[in-house]
Structures are given as structure tokens and as C-alpha cells.
């Protein structure tokens, strides 16, 4: 058996599969320790495969911690020695703001004050060559000076120690050596890439979660052997790979998008299935919506993202994140105006609707107004809605003081959020060269279903396709993914037939270091080599991550990569520089190795079929009009002919919401609901 487990703001999620067949449960995430629930989320999966003393192959987890942790400024206080002259990198950033002409702003934060960053005699120039080295006693009497002021854990960043990190380990060593209770962790381990003040704030984020996410992944490990799992678990990194437990602890800003990376290769999985390779994934929580791009059937990624105003360095699968989820919070603001999110009702207490204490009105307690979240519904199976409470706390919260009725004001909460969802779609797409309406919606997460047509309609997308257990799809993801690794050299070299021997030696030795790696993980599985430079035109600042050639290169390779780089900056910028010298600052290696989820298909779990009080439900499309609406068990649609809606589907881990003008049938190749624009009915201007 292989288990996925995704824990979100709202619920946990795990996604089990043994000898082909597939098992779901759903249950409320534990705070203020999400590893609390761990334990019983594995027995219930177990205990609903009937299995409780089966073997688990492999345990494979998507988490937010350390994202939450970054919010929620719930760090470790974190010490920095820095090369004499360079102390302040950290707080001058790249003298940026937000607001450019607001006369109030608020600083950028500074994750180290400056009592806590303190300088070394040491210097490297800028190819690798020792100008001066560190003294031991000045470095201890630094560290010294940082543990008394109260630093928990020490960063050290040294000028480039990218090229060379002789110096920054030598310096930490002393400093371990001094200190063994003390953390200490360096900019070339976090991240070996060039750019000082990036490289800085990713290693410094690095040593800030290294205690938060060392315990978190003990009491994981812990929770997990005491439920009988035996393997060490891995962990979803932000890139879309999994890495071992141990060593996700060591590079706590990898997992920073832990959770929603899971969802998009449940999705690649999805479009490989469908022959659908140009896809917008739509992954919306009970806390926050996810939006990113498949082309090709691979994701757009980046390599470098912002956190609380933090640079954070390190392959990120590119997703455009909102504060909208099940949960958000609508309210009035001082200026009189609707707001919905981004603060959270969270499980605890939860939306006015789910009985447990909350009295604020959210995103689902719209929904159950509506009727498009019926009464009927089970939500994960555990409990229902409660619709006079969700009645009760929009009319007073919304309601009252816009002077809308309730069904109106209901609807004014989701147009909103369906605006600021499109927004952040469009910046996924349009900004970055590509038509929304050449894609298929791929609608998942407890809540995304909910609002697949809305988005759809405003976008201009005529296909939609919502996977099996959409609520699940991100632990479903988890089950697919590679363990994967990079390496990475950063440098500065032109491109052209000259230096192209010399680049091919760089990507020959990432390769051979890929190669070692992989033979060390004891995995049988297929492995893949993928090579990546980071291009631009020279002049330019900032550079375009491209995909070369594999192995050997010559002359020839030089117009094939020029080719490449000039078509993919034509389609970002909106322009190519034909002739112009271009450069490489960087040169990257990523091993993946199957270890045993390429193979999974995607189905309904055992007996998720949901049993219906009632075929149909009121429903207010409009704030005009309710309209009796079908209800239907999505595990249990069987018809491949198209059904005209409006319909609500409902399933154990999320409600779909087909609004008029759409009809739907289900996939009966992999289970799921394909849902499209009734071609003869026109609609009017999208």
C-alpha cells in the first residue's frame, strides 16, 4: 500500500492504494500540531481498506508548515556572520517598495535586526580565489557575542561562497565545534547560486525554520511508526519532487509550496490519462486558491519567490496563491466596502455554517445559502451544514449593513471571490504570453468545484474537467511524484562556439553528481536527467530558466539553445533580440527516479458512493430566481452522454456546482466529470 497525506488549513487528507484499488479519508486538521493527526489519519485509511496490519510500501506528505510558520512570523531568532562591509545586505534588499507613492508604508520586514548581524575579516573574490581568510578567534568571539544577545541558530554568508564555500565551511565548522547545541547553517548549503542578497535571505529562512520543521518532521515520523508504517516517509518539495524526511529538514524553504505542488502533478497524471496536455489548474482550499499553468503536460516553474517579502531561491512550480478559500472570511471594511478573505475561519472554529462555534460568515456559508452546498451534503462524510446559521451570519455581517437581502448579499460574497480568482488566473496566464481559452480547467480541492463554471465562464474557457475525489487530488499527487534532486553551478559565461566545450564540461560533472546521488538511494526505478540553463540577453539583469539539449554538445548546440532562449523570451517579453550575445549565469541538473507512482491510476476510492436524502435541491443560480436543481452521487455516475444543468454533484471530499448553460458526463475512463459549455445556448458576453 502507498499512502498520500496532504494536510490543509481546513482538513487532512489521505489518499491510500493497494493492489489497484483506491481508499480516501478526510478528517479535521490538529493545531496548533498538524503531526497530531497523523496517526489517526493512516489507521482510518486502514481501517476503511480493512487491512490494519498491512505493510505500508511508502508514506509520501504534503505540508504548509512551513509556510505557516512564515505568516505567522513563528520563527527561530536566527544570528548572521557576514564578510566585513556586507551586514546590511539583508535590510537594503533591493531598496524596493510595495507602495511607491504611499507616504505611510510599512518597512520591509528584516528577518535579523542589526544587533544580530554582525562581520568577519575573511574576503573571496569573485572566482573563487582566497583574498583573506578567517580567523578563528574572531569568529568565535562573533558567534559568542550572537548567542548572548539571544540567537537560537546561526547563518553564516559569506561574499561568494557560491563559487567557492571553503571559507563559509570552515567558519561553521569552528563555530559547531564551539557550540554543538547551537544550529548553524550557510548560504552555500542552503542555496550555492550567485546574487547576495537572495542567497542571503534563503539560507537565513533556512536557519528561522530549521527547529520549527527538524520537530515537526520527528513528530511526523514518530506519528507515522506508531500507526505501523515502517519506511521513512518522504516529503513533498515545491518543485514537484519528494525528498526523504532527513533531508527535507536541512532545506526547510524547498517545502515552502509543499501542498499545492501535489495537486498539479495530480493533475500532470490527470492530463496524461485525457490526452489534454494545456492545462490551468484550479486549486482552491478551505484557506487559499492555487492557479498555475501545464503546458505540454509539464508545469511552469520559477526560480525564485517571494514570501513575506522575502526573496526565497529554489525551483518552485509557478502558481499564482490568493487568500480565497472555503474559509475566507467576507466582512465590511472601514471604508463600508465587501471584503472577502484573506483572514480564514480555519476547522477551528469554522464557518458559521459547520456548527462549531464560528460566527463569521465565509465563503461556504455562501454556498450553503445558495443551496449550491446543500443541507444533504456530508462533509467528509463527518458532519453536515447548517443553513439558518449561515443565513444568520450574512444577512448581520453583510447583509444588514449594505442593505442587501441574504441571497443577494450571498451571491456579492462569491462574485467577489470569483473576480479575485480570475485576476490571479489572468496573471498566470495572460501575463505570461498565453490565452486562457486555449486551455482545460482542471478544477480540484474541497471548494474548487464549487466555483469551476464561475471561473470558466469568466475566463472564457470552454472545457472543464474535475478529477475523482477532487478534495483528494492533492494527496493523489503525492502518489505520483519522483524523488528528485538538483544540482546546480552558478557562473558567468557567454554563450557561442567557443565556450560551448567548456559549458559541456559543467553539465558532464552536475551529471556525474546527479549520477552518484542517484546510485546512493538504493532505488530501483527508472531514473531521468534533465538540464536546465538560466539564460539572458547580455545587459540584462535577471535571466529566463531554459531546457537544453541532452549530452554531447557542439557547435551546433549553440543555435539550437540560441533558438530556444529567443522563442521563450519572445513569448514572456514579447520580443527577441536576434544576434545579441547571450549569457549563461547558471547551469542545473535534476535526477528524478520513479519510485513506484508512475503506474496509479486515478479512480473513485471503494465504495465512496453517497447516499442521497433527496434528488434534488433548491438552488438560487440568480439572486432572482430559485430553481429545483438534481442532486446526483458523482462516484456513481455511470452516463458518457452529455446531461444539460444546472446539477450539484456530491461526493465524501467536495460538492460541484454545474450552473445553467453547462451540461456534463462522466469519464468513464478514469472516473471524474468532464463539464462543458452547452454550445447551442448563447450566454451573452463572457
Not at 80 to 105: E, H, K, M, P, W
Request: glycine content about 10%; some cysteine.
Amino acid at each position: 500500500m502507498r499512502i498520500g497525506i496532504d494536510i490543509g488549513g481546513t482538513f487532512t487528507d489521505v489518499f491510500a492504494i493497494a493492489e489497484g484499488k483506491t481508499f480516501i479519508a478526510k478528517v479535521p486538521s490538529s493545531y496548533p500540531d498538524p503531526s497530531a493527526v497523523i496517526r489517526s489519519a493512516v489507521e482510518t485509511v486502514l481501517a476503511k481498506a480493512g487491512r490494519p496490519g498491512i505493510n505500508v510500501d511508502a508514506l509520501i506528505h504534503g505540508t504548509t508548515v512551513a509556510t505557516n510558520a512564515v505568516i505567522e512570523r513563528d520563527l527561530d531568532v536566527v544570528g548572521l556572520i557576514t564578510t566585513r562591509g556586507f551586514s546590511d545586505v539583508i535590510a537594503i534588499g533591493r531598496q524596493t517598495r510595495n507602495s511607491l507613492y504611499n507616504l505611510n508604508f510599512t518597512p520591509r520586514w528584516v528577518p535579523v535586526p542589526q544587533e544580530l548581524r554582525l562581520e568577519v575579516d575573511e574576503r573571496m573574490d569573485y572566482t573563487g580565489e582566497i583574498v583573506t581568510p578567517p580567523q578563528k578567534d574572531q569568529v568565535l568571539e562573533q558567534a559568542k557575542t550572537l548567542i548572548d544577545r539571544g540567537a537560537a541558530t546561526i547563518c553564516v554568508c559569506l561574499l561568494h561562497s557560491y563559487v567557492n564555500d571553503e571559507n563559509e565551511n570552515r567558519v561553521a565548522g569552528w563555530i559547531r565545534e564551539a557550540h554543538p547545541n547551537v544550529g548553524v547553517w550557510t548560504s552555500s548549503g542552503s542555496v550555492p547560486e550567485f546574487r547576495e542578497y537572495e542567497r542571503f535571505a534563503t539560507a537565513i529562512m533556512d536557519a528561522a525554520l530549521g527547529d520549527t520543521m527538524t520537530t515537526y518532521l520527528r513528530r511526523f515520523t514518530d506519528q507515522s511508526r506508531a500507526a505501523g508504517v515502517q519506511p521513512e516517509p518522504y516529503l513533498m518539495e515545491s518543485s514537484g519532487g519528494v525528498v526523504r524526511m532527513s533531508e527535507a529538514a536541512v532545506h526547510p524553504t524547498r517545502t515552502l509550496l509543499s501542498g499545492p505542488a501535489g495537486g498539479v502533478l495530480g493533475a500532470i497524471n490527470l492530463a496524461q490519462k485525457h490526452g489534454r496536455p494545456d492545462i490551468l489548474t484550479f486549486d482552491m482550499g478551505g484557506t487559499s486558491a492555487d492557479i498555475g499553468v501545464l503546458r505540454e503536460g509539464s508545469p511552469d516553474v520559477v526560480g525564485i519567490r517571494h514570501f513575506e517579502d522575502l526573496p526565497v531561491l529554489g525551483t518552485t512550480v509557478a502558481l499564482e496563491a490568493i487568500g480565497a478559500g472555503g474559509g475566507s472570511i467576507a466582512s465590511i471594511d472601514r471604508g463600508g466596502r465587501l471584503q472577502v478573505g484573506p483572514r480564514s475561519a480555519g476547522s477551528t472554529p469554522g464557518p458559521a455554517s459547520y456548527d462549531k462555534g464560528g460566527t463569521e460568515p465565509t465563503v461556504t456559508d455562501a454556498h450553503v445559502v445558495l443551496g449550491t452546498l446543500p443541507e444533504a451534503a456530508r462533509l467528509g462524510n463527518s458532519f453536515g451544514v447548517n443553513r439558518d446559521l449561515a443565513v444568520e451570519a450574512i444577512d448581520r455581517v453583510i447583509g444588514q449593513p449594505l442593505g442587501l437581502d441574504v441571497i443577494s448579499a450571498a451571491h456579492a460574497i462569491l462574485d467577489m471571490v470569483n473576480t479575485n480568482m480570475a485576476l490571479a488566473a489572468r496573471r498566470a496566464t495572460v501575463a505570461r504570453g498565453i490565452d486562457p481559452r486555449s486551455l482545460t480547467l482542471v478544477a480540484y480541492g474541497g471548494a474548487g468545484p464549487l466555483h469551476a463554471t464561475a471561473l470558466a465562464e469568466e475566463l472564457g474557457i470552454e472545457n472543464i474537467i474535475i478529477p475523482p475525489h477532487p478534495g483528494m487530488l492533492s494527496a493523489l499527487g503525492l502518489l505520483v511524484s519522483d524523488l528528485r534532486k538538483e544540482f546546480v553551478r552558478s557562473f558567468l559565461s557567454t554563450l557561442g562556439d567557443q565556450t560551448i566545450g567548456g559549458l559541456a564540461d559543467i553539465a558532464r560533472q552536475l551529471t556525474s553528481e546527479a549520477e552518484a546521488w542517484r546510485d546512493e538511494q538504493g532505488e530501483s526505478g527508472a531514473s531521468t536527467f534533465i538540464i536546465e540553463g538560466e539564460l539572458r540577453y547580455r545587459g540584462q539583469e535577471h535571466a529566463l530558466r531554459t531546457t537544453l539539449p541532452e549530452l554531447p554538445w557542439d557547435a551546433g548546440t549553440v543555435k539550437t539553445i540560441t533558438d530556444q532562449f529567443d522563442d521563450l523570451h519572445a513569448q514572456l517579453n514579447g520580443y527577441r533580440v536576434s544576434g545579441e550575445d547571450i549569457e549563461l549565469v547558471s547551469l542545473r541538473v535534476t535526477c528524478a527516479i520513479d519510485v513506484g507512482g508512475k503506474d496509479l491510476e486515478l479512480q473513485y476510492a471503494q465504495g465512496s458512493g453517497v447516499d442521497l436524502a433527496t434528488k434534488a435541491t433548491p438552488v438560487w443560480w440568480d439572486a432572482r430566481t430559485q430553481t429545483s436543481t438534481p442532486i446526483y452521487s458523482a462516484p456513481d455516475l455511470r452516463d458518457a452522454t452529455w446531461t444539460d444543468g444546472p446539477a450539484v454533484l456530491l461526493q465524501e471530499d467536495s460538492t460541484c456546482a454545474i450552473g445553467p448553460g453547462y451540461r456534463f458526463r462522466t469519464l468513464c475512463s478514469t472516473g471524474g466529470v468532464a463539464i462543458q459549455r452547452v454550445p447551442s445556448q448563447d450566454l451573452g458576453p463572457r
